[in-house]
């Protein structure tokens, strides 16, 4: 198993371009979260998926779209970039939750992201 | 609002020193706490805590939870410089992560 992947690993964006931040996991997990990671701020989740066709809003949802058609991946699209959305992005996975022991969330090794 | 706090901020110990870091947690629905090292990339698991007073222990990383008074601590003795990372904790309902707590370890 791979576990949770993300491309690309870096990528540098001009103000107003769009771009898909890819996210796959392979472990059959429902759950799948975005989050942001800023100097100070700890992760904060971006949008959540807990299966094809469910997507709600996290903690800081504002100028990102997610979408989920399969089990397997969850791409987060920035439609306009903007400086403040510079950032490192995690993709994040875990079990929907029936059994506690299914609580632990896998992360993806990131994607960094600058906005100029 | 559900949240949670680590402290302190930041550490900066010597090798062989013994460290606390805290997380202090307020929710409405609690399931669990995980507990996660980063590096230079992405957080890897620690622990995961789901009941009162049952530590946890990997090495010389040990880690216990107090649902009356919501909080938890992890342990770590005899620190490393392998030990320098950002120390994350997470509450599991919402997925709601603290600030992360910054350890150094000089040699």
């Known amino acids: 198993n791979a576990g949770v992947t993300q491309t690309p690993k870096f990528h540098i964006l001009k103000t107003g371009q769009s771009m898909t931040l890819q996210c796959a996991q392979d472990?059959?997990?429902?759950?799948l979260s975005w989050y942001r990671q800023d100097p100070g701020m700890g992760l904060r989740r971006i949008h959540y998926?807990?299966?094809?066709?469910?997507?709600d809003k996290g903690e800081v949802p504002d100028g990102y779209n997610v979408s989920r058609s399969n089990t397997e991946d969850f791409p987060l699209r920035l439609e306009s970039a903007a400086p403040s959305q510079t950032s490192v992005y995690f993709c994040?996975?875990?079990?929907?939750?029936?059994?506690?022991?299914?609580?632990?969330?896998?992360f993806g090794p990131g994607t960094r992201l600058t906005v100029l | 609002e559900d949240k949670v706090v680590q402290s302190p901020l930041s550490l900066v110990v010597h090798e062989g020193d013994t460290v606390t870091l805290n997380c202090s947690y307020e929710?409405?629905?609690?399931?669990?706490l995980l507990w996660y090292k980063q590096e230079k990339k992405a957080p890897t698991f620690l622990f995961m805590l789901?009941?009162?007073?049952i530590e946890k222990k990997s090495g010389r990383l040990s880690s216990i939870l107090d649902k009356k008074e919501l909080f938890s601590i992890l342990n770590i003795t005899a620190t490393q410089t392998g030990d320098s990372a950002i120390y994350l904790c997470?509450?599991?309902?919402?997925?709601?992560f603290g600030t992360g707590t910054r350890l150094q370890v000089f040699p």
């Open positions: 998926s807990v299966a094809a066709g469910i997507t």
């Open positions: 929710v409405t629905n609690f399931r669990s």
């Open positions: 789901t009941s009162s007073g």
């Open positions: 997470a509450h599991t309902d919402k997925l709601i």
């Open positions: 994040a996975s875990r079990y929907n939750i029936s059994e506690r022991w299914k609580d632990t969330q896998y």
């Open positions: 472990m059959n997990h429902g759950y």
